[in-house]
């Protein structure tokens, strides 16, 4: 007997209606669905195995496993490889035979949402709240599924639902937080997200959410802890997407802060940075003028601290110590020299074009 | 290549003792099937075992090509043939794909190329099928030690073959007379493991009739293997594929 799970399609064009009972030969009419059904089902029951069955209006699908294990185990682990597709028949199958089963519910909704079909998701997800008002997945799948719809307004409530239905779930918390970001509710938004934090220390999306909720309720406490948080994001996924967006952040704060120094303003200290480079630049010629530029942007992947003036950097292709600022500053440099239309990923147009004229006189 | 079990090294010996000439092993990362054997022929000195690297046990797979060495040369001289698909069998199928439904011009385009695909599958299963089911009691009464491989390879095969029942290039879709090759091998799938559900699903494709009945000529047919191509044409004449190919002697 095959202790492998099996599986085979068969247009329902194909299928010998001789083997139905009479009632039940009309194609595609509910009778020939459920016949169908039962025929697998039967035959491989007979052989000491179970089927699962689906049949839509074009063919039918059947997975069949040996009779000890669980169906909705298999089933599972495909949508956790990633095959939703073929996972959804069998999870549908089993939801009309057992349509009161959560679980089956729960994992039908998440898979339409995945796939784009929020109504199917929706109506699945309702259904297993309505059995279980406890399953806080599932009102934050519905959540989910209503955001992606881009229905706001609707994604809140069972948001917070969720978060009711079982305070300490992290992943709810981190929706729930996330969708009060969205609508700029900043302080109930870090409240949640720090409770995520507690449920979920080591999740890149918490930690940057909780960083985001303080930089934007603000105060030097808060945007220090925020900055704290983006680093450990920067350092523990690197390369991630969140990474990514965490290096953006604090690019951008920092960019703020050094502004906010001179009153908005230009900043001296650059503009003598830059114009130092561009004399560097001519003096060493282009390509080593390249190699300097790309070295402190590699290093800017860790993150420089351009708020801090002490000397903490050096450089092996130039010598000497430098704040994060001169770095920053001789790299904006280098890459409009190389190229006007390239961005550093930071404005320092303004310092760059004093400096040029100052140079030019 | 991997170290071969010393049943498959005494079958290859066999292969050598009786056809007179070595076996050289060439490792080929192209090869679409785990391993094959071809023949030595036009003053070749040595017949070439041609493998995949694989993790899987490359035995059973040898085993079964061997078989079809060793029954072509248990044949006298004049009594050995090669199996000669005919280059329009193609043509054969055309009107099989079309019959009862109304093809557009996609399917009608399509319609030359997957016949000839259709012609080759169905050449290959009525070449290979019925030979390979004698090969397959062979390996099982003589090399118990191949048996776990033998199942899973025949398993294996067997969800390739269910894969068929569905597949379709626009509407067109293997025609169900040539799927009786398919069907006869998962009754006798079902039958060497003690399975029994290999067969379910060509039941319901109404395919199992004649599955059986190829099953039933078959056993009727003595198994040596000076009667490989009798059964050949035997099934060839229950499917309605007789004209497709043609036996020529075979020449070292």
Redesign the interface.
């Known amino acids: ?2 202790s ?1 799970p ?1 599986s ?4 329902l064009s ?3 209606i ?2 139905l009972p009479a009632d039940a030969r009309r194609i595609g009419s509910d009778a020939f669905k459920l016949a169908v059904s039962m ?2 089902a039967t ?2 029951a007979a ?1 000491g ?1 179970q089927a699962l069955v689906s049949v839509d209006d074009e ?2 699908q ?1 997975l ?1 496993l040996p009779a000890k294990s669980n169906p909705l185990e298999f089933v599972l682990s495909m949508l956790q490889s990633g095959r939703i597709k073929e996972a959804l028949p069998y999870l549908e199958s089993m939801g009309k035979s057992d349509p009161n089963n959560v679980q089956v519910l729960y994992n039908l909704g998440i898979a339409y949402s995945e796939l784009g079909q929020f109504d199917e998701a929706i109506i699945r997800l309702k259904r297993a709240v309505q059995l279980n008002p406890r399953h806080a997945h599932a009102w934050t799948g519905i959540g989910v599924a209503y955001q992606r719809m881009g229905k706001r307004e609707l994604a809140l409530e069972p948001m917070q639902k969720a978060a009711d239905a079982d305070p300490t779930d992290g992943y709810s918390r981190r929706n729930l937080g996330a969708m009060l970001m969205g609508l700029q509710r900043y302080d109930e938004a870090l409240a949640h997200l720090r409770e995520a934090r507690r449920a979920l220390p080591h999740d890149a999306q918490t930690l940057y959410g909780l960083a985001a909720a303080l930089e934007a309720v603000g105060g030097d406490i808060s945007v220090d802890e925020a900055d704290e948080l983006y680093q450990i994001v920067i350092q523990r996924w690197p390369g991630s997407d969140v990474a990514e967006r965490a290096r953006t952040a604090r690019t951008k704060h920092a960019h703020q802060n050094m502004r906010l120094r001179v009153g908005g303003g230009l900043r001296p200290d650059v503009m003598m940075y830059i114009a130092d480079a561009l004399d560097t630049f001519d003096k060493v010629g282009p390509a080593k003028a390249q190699q300097i530029a790309f070295e402190i942007a590699m290093k800017g992947q860790q993150g420089l601290d351009i708020n801090d003036p002490d000397q903490k950097y050096t450089l092996n292709t130039l010598p000497g110590k430098f704040s994060g600022l001169h770095l920053v500053s001789i790299m904006f440099a280098g890459m409009k020299a190389l190229d006007p239309n390239m961005d550093p990923g930071i404005d320092l147009k303004a310092e760059y074009g004093a400096a040029m004229e100052m140079r030019r006189k | 290549m991997q170290r071969l079990r010393a049943v498959t090294g005494g079958i290859l010996k066999r292969v050598e003792e009786q056809t007179g000439k070595s076996i050289q092993f060439m490792r080929d990362e192209q090869l679409s099937m785990l391993a094959t054997l071809q023949i030595a022929r036009n003053g070749a000195d040595f017949h070439v075992l041609r493998y995949r690297p694989s993790n899987e046990p490359l035995d059973y797979m040898i085993a079964f090509q061997a078989g079809f060495v060793l029954r072509l040369f248990e044949n006298e001289p004049s009594q050995r043939f090669d199996f000669a698909p005919s280059p329009t069998a193609g043509g054969y199928v055309e009107p099989l794909l079309a019959v009862g439904q109304a093809l557009g011009p996609a399917d009608k385009n399509a319609l030359p190329e997957f016949a000839k695909f259709v012609a080759q599958w169905a050449l290959m299963n009525l070449r290979s099928l019925p030979i390979g089911m004698r090969i397959d009691c062979w390996i099982a009464t003589e090399y118990p030690e191949l048996n776990e491989l033998q199942r899973a390879s025949i398993a294996l095969q067997q969800q390739q073959n269910v894969d068929l029942l569905s597949y379709k290039l626009g509407k067109l879709t293997i025609p169900t007379p040539l799927m009786g090759a398919i069907a006869a091998y998962a009754v006798f799938a079902d039958r060497m493991t003690d399975c029994g559900t290999f067969a379910i699903p060509y039941e319901a494709a109404g395919l199992q009739g004649q599955g059986r009945e190829l099953m039933r000529l078959w056993g009727e047919l003595p198994a040596d293997a000076e009667n490989d191509c009798q059964l050949i044409d035997t099934w060839a004449a229950k499917v309605g594929m007789s004209n497709w190919y043609t036996w020529i002697p075979y020449r070292p």
């Open positions: 007997m095959s492998q099996t085979f399609k068969l247009p194909k299928f010998d001789n083997l025929h697998f035959q491989y052989k195995q063919e039918v059947v069949t």
